[in-house]
């Protein structure tokens, strides 16, 4: 769209040709030598903070104030223009109490001087109001019926003011006069006044989008298929009421309790206060009223108390709408008999079809689609209630609709983004997008106002020299995350920090090369080769396999193929359940856990209990299925022993044909473990004595160590300790040397000899 567009815009019935925000976009890029592009660009700015705020706004006001400077001439300047005011004036005339006013033949004399006095006080204080050089400007386009009907009601006030003078100058020389019928009639024609310039307005100034419930649903963002099916919804209800009003019924009605489905901000409360003004505008329900509880309003602590919460709330919502977010929380897994979920569920079944309650009131249920999915049907009289033309299930919100979002919650807070700013949202978004739990709009608004927040926090007031200063968000208004530490070392150098592994950091050097190189690949439209992420850690314990994972992620994550970067470590136990079809529920919900990260299985060969182990083989099967729909936003590494982690691949072909990447962590040298051994001493500020470290080479020379460094780990703390007995004792005053006898005696309590 060009900028010249908006040449094209006649008319203050029509919609602007641009958005707010692009016209603030051409503003800020401060390029337009046209003058009355300018003055259109600040007419658009105003009309859109108009139609927000219909009320005065002193932002809205300076725009017009622009646009006057540029173009004092122009149509859509002066039409604007004179709208506002005249709604200013029809404000001004719809709060004044004019049945105060009338006067009355039967009152007393002093009563009606009084009163006259009072009518004058107002109408003089209504006359101030009105922007004289407005109302006295000669019309020169005499069919503005706008501004000749503004410059009526002044004249009008004038005459009804000269009426009333002559009147207050009688009382006061005594020759009371009061022309009761003229000046009654005077101020019943202020009222009719009053109607015709509503009735002149524009629809910005007076449309109220609330009063239709079905207009207000189309201008939110997105929800195509929601909106078709509601739209229909609304007919089908509308062609109900007319057939019952001939006498018409129906067997099968489908009822109005309905099933609301969705992730984390998509918008089931909103949808679920929609319902509720359909229902009311078209007299099904008395009330647009929506009572929203949750597991914690309903279920009680005791027996009959849980019945005593939903019948209480029943009543409540009776004539409107009771919604239920996350129901499927009245029916938990394993439930004791303790957990009163289940009678708030057969409260609601009987109040649903009672000869009292029934028809009085739309039941709601909302949550989760997989949640509500299984709740229903472990619920089978409550399923039979909600048919399924009466369940609504709302998508996730499109990337170019969360941006969308995010500029309307921007522009609501009076900001806006730059092009390249809105770029940098999107990054920041797509972060988020990691799981089934992403709030969608609810967390895209926390980013804006976080990103707000972050703007303010830093600003300087002083130096910002124009408007548009304070509302732009710009690229550098967009480093809000500050959980990274500029001294903090990249995953890389980390890597290299550690000891030994040489083999180990190759093959992770070689593969973050691998993925960046991919990466810049994609970018430049080359094709990609399929990134095998998956991996084997294979190893005795204590040689670093966790630790190298938690690089391996941070890794990823540095690439940009991670969003999260994080470690989730699990072992059997947190994967299999106790009994039949809940090891998948178990399974499933950890690896949402590790989504946008790594799921790290330590001792993975223990999912693998041969033929009669289905728990084990139930995991290994959910993680297989996982790892094929989660694809790159999963990273899952199997550690354990060398041997049974070939045996554990092996056992499953989905697991052979995923895992192509083998890291073997081989036992730490004797000279790896007495480096280990000074790295650890000095992490804490101590040191060995030389006759400690002869003795410690030697003893790894003629031992072999298991846990490698965990051992090096117990050993170290077992001889802090021992020293810490001589210190007690008094045999020195050195606090960090620890000699030949404190790693002596350590190791022997470490190794058991003792």
């Known amino acids: 769209m060009t900028i010249n567009t908006i040449k094209q815009w006649i008319s203050l019935e029509q919609e602007p040709p641009l958005s707010e925000v692009e016209a603030l976009r051409i503003l800020d890029h401060g390029s337009i030598d046209d003058k009355e592009v300018q003055a259109l660009l600040y007419v658009t700015l105003a009309y859109y903070r108009i139609k927000r705020h219909p009320e005065k706004d002193k932002i ?14 122009h149509r859509l300047v002066r039409e604007l223009d004179e709208s506002v005011r005249m709604m200013r004036a029809y404000t001004i005339l719809k709060d004044t109490p004019f049945e105060q006013w009338v006067l009355h033949e039967t009152d007393h004399t002093s009563a009606k001087a009084k009163k006259v006095h009072a009518i004058y006080k107002e109408a003089e204080w209504i006359a101030e109001q009105w ?15 706008r501004l000749k009907l503004y410059q009526e009601v002044y004249e009008h006030l004038g005459e009804l003011k000269d009426i009333l003078t002559e009147a207050i100058d009688s009382i006061e020389h005594r020759r009371i006069h009061v022309p009761v019928k003229e000046v009654n009639m005077k101020i019943r024609k202020l009222t009719d006044y009053q109607d015709e310039l509503y009735k002149r307005l524009p629809d910005i100034l007076t449309k109220n989008r609330a009063e239709d419930p079905l207009a207000s649903f189309q201008q939110m963002i997105g929800l195509r298929d929601v909106k078709s099916y509601i739209n229909r919804y609304y007919h089908f209800l509308k062609y109900q009421q007319q057939r019952k009003s001939y006498g018409f019924s129906m067997v099968d009605d ?18 679920a206060r929609l319902l509720a003004n359909i229902y ?6 008395d009330t647009r009223d929506v009572v929203e509880v949750n597991r914690s309003h309903l279920v009680g602590s005791y027996v009959g108390q849980s019945e005593e919460n939903t019948m209480n709330y029943v009543k409540q919502a009776s004539g409107g709408v009771l919604f239920i977010d996350e129901a499927y929380s009245l029916k938990r897994e394993g439930q004791t008999g303790n957990d009163y979920g289940q009678a708030v569920i057969d409260t609601l079944v009987s109040a649903m079809t009672s000869k009292e309650y029934g028809g009085t009131f739309a039941l709601i249920l909302a949550g989760y689609p997989e949640e509500m999915r299984q709740f229903l049907w472990s619920n089978p009289g409550l399923r039979s ?13 499109q990337m170019n609709e969360l941006l969308q979002i995010a500029e309307y919650a921007a522009i609501e807070n009076d900001f806006f983004f730059t092009e390249a700013a809105l770029k940098e949202l999107e990054t920041l978004i797509d972060k988020e997008r990691v799981d089934d739990s992403f709030g969608n709009a609810r967390t895209v608004r926390n980013l804006v106002l976080k990103i707000i927040f972050h703007k303010g926090a830093v600003e300087n007031w002083g130096e910002k020299q124009h408007w548009l200063e304070h509302m732009r968000i710009d690229e550098k208004d967009m480093n809000v995350d500050e959980s990274a530490s500029e001294e903090e070392r990249s995953p890389l150098e980390q890597l290299h920090s550690l000891i030994g592994l040489q083999h180990v950091k190759q093959e992770v050097r070689k593969l973050s090369s691998f993925v960046q190189a991919q990466q810049k690949r994609k970018e430049s439209g080359y094709p990609v080769v399929p990134i095998q992420l998956h991996s084997v850690f294979s190893g005795n314990p204590g040689t670093g396999k966790t630790t190298v994972a938690d690089i391996y992620a941070k890794i990823l994550k540095e690439c940009g193929l991670l969003k999260r970067g994080h470690v989730v470590v699990a072992s059997r136990s947190d994967l299999v359940a106790g009994y039949i079809g809940q090891t998948a529920i178990k399974t499933k919900k950890k690896i949402r856990e590790a989504l946008g990260g790594v799921l790290f299985i330590d001792e993975a060969y223990a999912l693998n209990g041969g033929s009669h182990d289905q728990f084990g083989k139930e995991a290994i099967e959910t993680i297989v299925d996982e790892m ?15 041997k049974e982690m070939s045996q554990l691949i092996d056992s499953n072909p989905g697991l052979s044909s995923r895992f192509k990447k083998y890291l073997k962590f081989p036992d730490y040298s004797e000279d790896e473990l007495l480096e280990m051994t000074i790295f650890q001493t000095e992490q804490y500020e101590y040191r060995l004595e030389e006759e400690a470290k002869g003795y410690l080479i030697d003893k790894f020379h003629e031992h072999k160590i298991r846990g490698n460094g965990r051992f090096i780990n117990n050993l170290i703390n077992e001889a802090i300790q021992y020293q810490a007995l001589r210190l007690i004792k008094g045999d020195t005053e050195e606090f960090s040397t620890l000699t030949k006898e404190d790693t002596l005696l350590a190791w022997q309590s470490v190794r058991g000899e003792n």
């Open 254 to 271: 489908p009822g109005l309790h309905m099933i609301i489905t969705g992730n984390p901000g998509t918008g089931k409360t909103t949808i």
């Open 628 to 642: 094929t729909k989660h694809n790159e936003n999963l990273v899952v590494i199997l550690a354990g022993y060398d």
């Open 131 to 145: 922007d004289e050089e407005l109302a006295t400007k000669t019309l020169v386009d005499a069919a503005n019926s």
């Open 280 to 285: 009311y505008d078209l007299g099904i329900l």
């Open 385 to 397: 209630r909600f048919p399924e033309q009466n369940h609504i299930q709302l998508p996730d919100y």
């Open 60 to 73: 809205a006001d300076q725009f017009m104030d622009e646009a006057r400077i540029m173009e004092p001439q």
